[in-house]
Structures are given as structure tokens and as C-alpha cells.
């Protein structure tokens, strides 16, 4: 980018100027080869020579008097008033950090530096004349180059203190590339790298010490406070940020924001007062200027507002003024972000060698200055643009070093390391701009600036490159929008026993390589002025803990809520959630809504009681079927046995073993085996027992036929290979519906929850409905035609009718199933097959006792009646 010629720029600075300030210098180029003021100015200041010229504007008074704007009489000149001895002790770290720069062979060597330093009185005019004339210059009258190349009036301004005063200076010199360095500019607004494209810093942004501050909050667990801000570009932009990055982070919100008023309106400040003891938050943030806290202060005292965790910005955290006994009772405790302490070693030799009789004409103003605030005594005659003190005449002969004055206390370097900062990254833009190699510079065609062709807008390039560190072990270099790398030191206020107020060092945030701020904190230090010593509470509702959710209470902010318990199968396993998280399919949540638990499991155990009992009358009924197997083997001569079909009573007996014991199938966890075997075991035992009552059936039906005339041919059909093969062949169906069934759709274990959203019922699905339909249909059938038949042969005349007793047995084997099939339709989760089993169980016993029971008693307790005359007693009698 090109740059302005030296005229055009001091012109142009003028006509800015004097369309701002009516009595501000102007340039005048009447002449072709000179140039003079058209007025002169007189402004607090003091120089030193050099090659190179650095500017600095301070606040070494804090305040001015303005004259009066008038056309009519000649214009006064503004009066500084207010001496502040920490802004001249910033003034001359500059000059220190200028002096040891000169007397240092490894930078700038062969250059010396100078410096021009102005006091902004505390007034935006005051400093924005300053860097008008640092820029343009002073000089009454000055020749000019042909080519207007030559060193200008200054090559970077060191300041300004204010923000506001710092945006109105950048927005007239960024125009011209003029390489500004604040000490103590705050605001983010100055990182805007279009607007203030020549702007630097080596304090840390307001951006930054926001998100310290709310790392502090995080830190604590405060998210309900109050912020305080100026009302200036200062505070505006705080409370801009604050509220924008503090709902990002997700640390908290705002109870308020108030903007303090300049004028100390004593009504405003009531309201502010009581909106503070009104409010539920215990922590107050603060970001304002040392004026605005001290008048809030004093409406806190009268109110006698107590309770308050106070956290103050850089810009008050190491205010003296408010460290009194009257206002620690209220802010003993606070905590602050301060500007990172260093050490300057020789400063204070530098500062107790000042003298009034330095310089001369008007370049020790104000070290005349100082020296009258410090000894209490008048020089004569009082230069323009500072008021006359009065009292006894200066004599320079005072001596400093017996002097109990704050000047001379450097154990808390903040603002001054700052300065310290600046000044040496100026010099090191500079050195490293001497140092380029003709050839390799930065510039067009790669060319290098020079001493005789140096322009403010050069320095910017090296400026935005310098990287050196400090003595004191930091580093310094700048980002991409002129912000110096960030570092605040965290204070804390303490209050002694002896009245006496000490401010303490209790950790630090800085940002991390990760670019995230870094808090740390030494809390065994930290002093609590509360009567618990320990940190408030500060929320506007309480956690919500594990288990519930934050439900947002509509038109109130997001920290006002109130906690919703999580519904079932839902939990929340941390504070503070906004939504409760469903359980995976397998679990459930706690009592508590904290964790998820496997669901309970549920399945016919045989650990439960009902599973014992049905596992029991299985096993009875087994263990009964073996007994009457037993007798009827031990009495298989008699004729009770032999009347009844011996091997087809045995292979009943055997069959109904094979159903009882069908029926542990479907007790237990289901297992893929398990749930294929159950219902095939259960067909294919069934239809053996029905087939064999079937065909004990039509044996005594065809008995009975064949007794009567002709009818011997009818026992051809039922021989006992007949027999064997019927019962097989009958069999064998079953067998194949099974097969068919398992091929196709086999059954499988199965986790229902359709019953119980809480539970995991473990059941076997039949798979193909159908087939378990043909199943059952099969055994129906074959009980339907084995009672029919049984029915018919119901009066036959024997004594001992086995028809009747197969009759009754299907009667009760029928029925049982009948209820069955809606009690197994009917019955949820488990109790579907403790159904099943009950009607296996019912309809095996019920065939148990109904055929073997009264063949069991007649042989064991009526054996006087086993006997083949017994048995054939009716017959004989109707014969």
C-alpha cells in the first residue's frame, strides 16, 4: 500500500484538527519550502532528544478546565488540575525503558531514542490535541525537503490510557498508518482490525478478561450475577460481550445489567442500590472506572448492603481509593482480574534520580509538576496549562529517597510492566526494520526502509512480527488483530486485623496452546468476607441432580428453572441435564432415574414357587406312572392285566411318563433346543397316548364283536402287529407335522416386552402359528374319535368295562383342552406356559387315574376280584 508525503500528512492532520478543536494547532503552506503554526498551543509535556522519536500520552492529571469557546476574545489555553502521581510514574517507565534501550549495544545500536510525552489531562480533547501534535509536530517554523522525505516528527505513539480516548486517536492517526501502543486500552472494540488497522496493545482485550471472568464464575459455580458496566465505549462493550459469551459458555446468566451514570446521579445510583439488595444474586461484577465505583460505594454504605461477593475488573482491581477502612467492611474479599504483575529492575534508581532541573524551557513541566505534588511547594512562574499549587517556593534541594510517597513503591508493577512492554516492542519493530538486507525487504521490489525514509506505516509491518521476551520471563508478541498473547493475574482483597488492607496474588488465566483460557487458583488463600469463609451461593434455582431434568420456566432466563423427575425408562446420570436419556432395549432405569439397570427377566423358573409346583406334580406324575408300571408288570399274569391289553397298557404307561416329563420342556429360561423340543416332545407324547387309548378302544370294540356269532373275522384287523402298526402309523403323522413345522417356522426363544415396559419376559414363540394349530388339531381329532368310539362301547356287558373308563378319561382329556386354548390366548408373559403345562399335567393325570386307577385298586386292595370269573361275571349271569 502506498503512503501520504510528509506535508499532505501534517496538513491533513491539521484541517482534522481544527475542525474538531477551534484553537487546536494548524499548519499553514504559504511558502513552498516552509511551513509555520498558524497558532501555538501549549500542552503539558516533556521530551527527550534523540535519532528516533517515540510519543507517549499519559494521564498525569486527571482532570481540566476547559475555556470558554469564543469568537469575540482571544482563546485561553486549557488548565490542567488534579496531579496523578501513578500516571507521571507511567510517564517516566517510558523514559526508563528509552534510557536502558540507549545504553543497550545489542538494540538499536548506533541509534538513540527520543521521546515526546503528553498529558491527556483526563480529557478526550487534551489527548486527541497531544497526538495531533506528536504527529504533525510543533516546531514553530520547519524547512522542508524538495522530495518531503525526512524523519517524521514521531515514528509511534506509547498510549493512550481510556478506550474511548485510544478509539477517537486510532480513527484520525490509523488513517495514516501511525503505529499506535496502548498500555491500557481494554476495549474489544479495538481489535477490529478494518477500523484500527494500526492499533496495539500489550494489555490483554476486554474479550479476554471477560472470558476470565467467567471462568471464575464457572469455576465457583456461580451462574446468577449482576454486571455493572461504565457508561463509556469501556463499559458498553463489557456488557456486550459479557452477555454474548456468557450464554455461549453456558456459565450463567444475568440477574441485571445497570450502566453507572457519569454524573453521579444520586436517585439513579438509589435505584441501582436497591435493585442490587433486591436480587437474589450474591456476586456482583463490575466494569467501570474508579469514579463510577466509589460514588456507587457510597450509596452501598448508606444502604448498608452486605453479603456481596464483589469481582472487579483490571481497572479497579488494584484501585487504592477504594481500599479504606469506611468501604472494606463491604469489599473485603473481593476478588479481581488484574493486569499481569512484572518487575523492572532499576526503575526506582531511574525515578529517585528525577530532578526538577531537567530539560529546559518546557520539557520538565511536568517533573516541576510532580515535584510540587510530592514536596508540597511552588515554582515560580507557574508555566501556562497547569494550575499554581501555592504554598512555600521549590527549592530542589528536597530529597526524594526520604519521602513515604506511593511513587516509590513498585512492588505491584501492573500498568508500568505494561508501558515497559510497549516502549521495548516499538524498539524492537525499529531494530528489526534497521536490520533488513538491501534487496530482501518487504516492501516494493524488495526494498528496505531507512532512517531518511522512514514512514510511520513501515513500522507497522515489523510491528505486527515482533516476538521478543521480557526480563521477567514473558513473552510478547501480538495476534493477527494487534492483541498482545493474554495473562491476568487474579487478586484477592484482604483485610487485616490492624486495619491495614493487603492485596493478594491468588492465581492467574491465561490462554492455553489450545487457544481456551486457563484458570488457575490457589483457594486456600482466597479470603471470604462471610461468616461461613467459604464461597457464596449465587444461583438463581438449584441444581437439578441426577435423575431429573431442568424444565425451563417460560419468560424467564434460561438459569430459572425448575426439575422435572425423568420418566420411566429414562434417566439422566448428571447434573443439571436439559433432556432425560431413554435405556438401551435390555435396561431400565433406576428407582432413582440415575442409571439404567438390566431389566428384571421373567420366565416359568424353577426357583419360583409355582415352578416348583408344577415341576413337582410333573415329577410325581412320572414317579407315579413308574409305580403303576410296576404293578402292573409284578400282577402282568393276572387277568386284570391280561384283560386290558398288556403291552398296550404298558406302552400307555410309557407315553404317559413321556408326557409328564414333557411338561419340564417348558419350565426354565427358554433356549432355542428348549423351544423346538417342548412342542414336539408334547405332540409327539400325546398322540402315542391317544393313539394307544384309540386303539384299546377298538380292540374291545372289536372283542365284543367278535364274541357274538360270525364275528371272529373282525380280530383279523386287530392283531398285535395291527396294533403296533396303527399306533406307529398314527404316530408317525405327528412326527411329520412336527418336522414340517420346525423346517419351516421353528420356534424360538423370544425377549417380549410388550407386557411389561419394565420387564423382559423370556418366552418361546411358536413361529408358525399353524403349525402349532395342526398340532394340537391332530391330538384333538384323534381324543374326538377315541372318545366316540369309547362312547359306543360305553354297555358293553363286562363286569369291568374298559370302554366306560376310556370314555371318562377322553370326557376330562377333552375338556381339559378345551379350556385350554382362550385360558392359553388369555394368559400373559409366563403364565401362557404355566398354562400349558397345568393342561399337560391335568389331562396326563386325568388319563392316569381315570384308566389305571381302578385296575390298580383291584389288584392291590380287591384281589378277590382279579380273577376271570369276576371279571366275566355279567356276562355268565345273562348267559
Known amino acids: 500500500m502506498g503512503h501520504l508525503p510528509n506535508t499532505y500528512f501534517g496538513l491533513s492532520v491539521c484541517i482534522v484538527s481544527a475542525y474538531f478543536f477551534p484553537f487546536s494547532l494548524c499548519l499553514s503552506s504559504s511558502s513552498p519550502s516552509s511551513c509555520k503554526l498558524q497558532k501555538d498551543f501549549h500542552l503539558n509535556e516533556m521530551h527527550g532528544p534523540g535519532d528516533v522519536v517515540l510519543g507517549g500520552l499519559f494521564e498525569v492529571h486527571y482532570t481540566s478546565v476547559l475555556p470558554e469557546r469564543t469568537f469575540t476574545s482571544k482563546p485561553q489555553q486549557p488548565r490542567c488540575s488534579g496531579f496523578d502521581i501513578l500516571g507521571f510514574r507511567h510517564a517516566m517507565t517510558m523514559a526508563f525503558a528509552i534510557d536502558e534501550i540507549n545504553r543497550n549495544s545489542n538494540l538499536l545500536p548506533n541509534v538513540t531514542l527520543g521521546y515526546s510525552i503528553f498529558d491527556n489531562c483526563g480529557t478526550l480533547l487534551m489527548g486527541l490535541s497531544g497526538a495531533i501534535s506528536l504527529s504533525s509536530g510543533q516546531e514553530e517554523q520547519f524547512e522542508l525537503v524538495e522530495d518531503c522525505s525526512g524523519i517524521p516528527p514521531i515514528i509511534g505513539i506509547v498510549g493512550d490510557h481510556y478506550s474511548t480516548f485510544s478509539i477517537a486517536i486510532s480513527n484520525v492517526l490509523g488513517l495514516y498508518k501511525m503505529p499506535i501502543v496502548s498500555y491500557f486500552a481494554t476495549c474489544s472494540c479495538l481489535s477490529d482490525r478494518q477500523r484500527f488497522p494500526t492499533f496495539f496493545r500489550t494489555i490483554p482485550s476486554d474479550a479476554f478478561q471477560v472470558r476470565a471472568m467467567i471462568q471464575i464464575l464457572k469455576h465457583f459455580g456461580w451462574t446468577w450475577v449482576g454486571l455493572l458496566v461504565s457508561d463509556d465505549d469501556y463499559g458498553l462493550h463489557v456488557a456486550q460481550s459479557f ?47 474508579e469514579i463510577h465505583m466509589i460514588q456507587l460505594m457510597e450509596e452501598v454504605v448508606t444502604q448498608n448492603v452486605t453479603g456481596l461477593q464483589w469481582i472487579a475488573s483490571e481497572a479497579l482491581a488494584s484501585a487504592t481509593v477504594l481500599q479504606t477502612p469506611r468501604l472494606m467492611a463491604y469489599l473485603s474479599g473481593t476478588l479481581g482480574i488484574a493486569i499481569r504483575r512484572g518487575e523492572i529492575p532499576g526503575l526506582r534508581e531511574f525515578l529517585l534520580k528525577i530532578h526538577p532541573d531537567q530539560g529546559h524551557n518546557n520539557e520538565n513541566n511536568m517533573v516541576r509538576q510532580f515535584w510540587e505534588y510530592t514536596f508540597q511547594c511552588r515554582f515560580e512562574p507557574a508555566p501556562a496549562g497547569w494550575t499554581d499549587t501555592g504554598g512555600a517556593l521549590c527549592t530542589g534541594e528536597e530529597d526524594m529517597g526520604n519521602m513515604d510517597t506511593e511513587f516509590l513503591d513498585l512492588s505491584s508493577l501492573r500498568p508500568e510492566y505494561n508501558v515497559y512492554k510497549a516502549v521495548y516492542a516499538l524498539a524492537y519493530a525499529l531494530d528489526s526494520m534497521l536490520r533488513c538486507e538491501p534487496g530482501r525487504g518487504p516492501f516494493s521490489r524488495n526494498s528496505c526502509a531507512t532512517l531518511q525514509t522512514l514512514e510511520p506505516w513501515q513500522l507497522v509491518h515489523y510491528l505486527e512480527n515482533v516476538n521478543f521476551t521480557t526480563s521477567f520471563g514473558d513473552e510478547v508478541s501480538f495476534d493477527s488483530n494487534g492483541d498482545v498473547l493474554p495473562i491476568y493475574d487474579v487478586m484477592n482483597w484482604l483485610w487485616l486485623p490492624d486495619g491495614r488492607t493487603k492485596v ?150 410309557v407315553s404317559l411318563k413321556l408326557c409328564f416329563l414333557c411338561s419340564l420342556l417348558f419350565i426354565g429360561r427358554p433356549r432355542l433346543w428348549t423351544c423346538q423340543l417342548r412342542h414336539a416332545a408334547f405332540g409327539i407324547s400325546f398322540v402315542l397316548c391317544v393313539s394307544c387309548i384309540l386303539v384299546k378302544t377298538m380292540v374291545v370294540l372289536a372283542v365284543f364283536k367278535a364274541s357274538k356269532p360270525g364275528g371272529e373275522a373282525s380280530l383279523k384287523w386287530f392283531g398285535v402287529m395291527q396294533q403296533r402298526g396303527t399306533v406307529l402309523v398314527l404316530t408317525s403323522i405327528q412326527a411329520a407335522i412336527c418336522t414340517a413345522w420346525l423346517v419351516s417356522a421353528s420356534p424360538s426363544p423370544h425377549k417380549n416386552t410388550q407386557y411389561h415396559i419394565d420387564k423382559i419376559i423370556y418366552e418361546c414363540v411358536v413361529g408358525s402359528t399353524i403349525g402349532f394349530a395342526v398340532l394340537l388339531g391332530y391330538i384333538g381329532l384323534l381324543a374326538i374319535l377315541s372318545f366316540l368310539i369309547a362312547f359306543l362301547a360305553r354297555n358293553l356287558p363286562d363286569n369291568f368295562n374298559e370302554a366306560k373308563l376310556i370314555t371318562f378319561s377322553m370326557l376330562i382329556f377333552c375338556a381339559v383342552w378345551v379350556a385350554f386354548i382362550p385360558a392359553y390366548i388369555n394368559s400373559p408373559s409366563k403364565y401362557a406356559d404355566a398354562v400349558e403345562v397345568f393342561a399337560i399335567l391335568a389331562s396326563s393325570f386325568g388319563l392316569l387315574v381315570a384308566l389305571f386307577g381302578p385296575k390298580c385298586y383291584l389288584m392291590l386292595l380287591r384281589p378277590e376280584r382279579n380273577t376271570k370269573k369276576a371279571i366275566m361275571a355279567r356276562v355268565t349271569v345273562k348267559s
Not at 251 to 276: F, H, K, Q, T
Open 504 to 653: 493478594q496474588n491468588v492465581g492467574d488465566v491465561k490462554r492455553s496452546a489450545s487457544n481456551k483460557e486457563v484458570l488457575t487458583l490457589k483457594e486456600e488463600k482466597i479470603f471470604w468476607n462471610f461468616k461461613s469463609e467459604k464461597p457464596p451461593r449465587s444461583v438463581c434455582s438449584e441444581s437439578c441432580p441426577p435423575g431429573t431434568r431442568m424444565a425451563r420456566n417460560k419468560g424467564q432466563p434460561v438459569c430459572c428453572f425448575t426439575c422435572a423427575f425423568c420418566s420411566e425408562g429414562k434417566i439422566s446420570n448428571k447434573t443439571n441435564s436439559l433432556e432425560c436419556i431413554s435405556c438401551p432395549e435390555d435396561f431400565w432405569s433406576s428407582p432413582q432415574r440415575d442409571h439404567c439397570v438390566p431389566k428384571k427377566t421373567e420366565f416359568l423358573s424353577y426357583h419360583e414357587p409355582l415352578g416348583i409346583c408344577l415341576t413337582t406334580a410333573s415329577l410325581l406324575g412320572t414317579f407315579i406312572c413308574v409305580v403303576v408300571l410296576g404293578i402292573f408288570t409284578y400282577h402282568r399274569s393276572t387277568p386284570m392285566v391280561r384283560a386290558n391289553n398288556s403291552e398296550l397298557s404298558f406302552l400307555l404307561l
Open 243 to 289: 452477555q454474548s459469551d456468557l450464554l455461549q459458555a453456558g456459565g450463567g446468566c444475568l440477574a441485571y445489567l445497570e450502566v453507572l451514570p457519569w454524573d453521579s446521579d444520586p436517585g439513579e445510583l438509589r435505584r441501582i442500590v436497591n435493585l442490587m439488595k433486591a436480587s437474589t444474586a450474591r456476586v456482583v461484577i463490575v466494569f467501570a472506572h
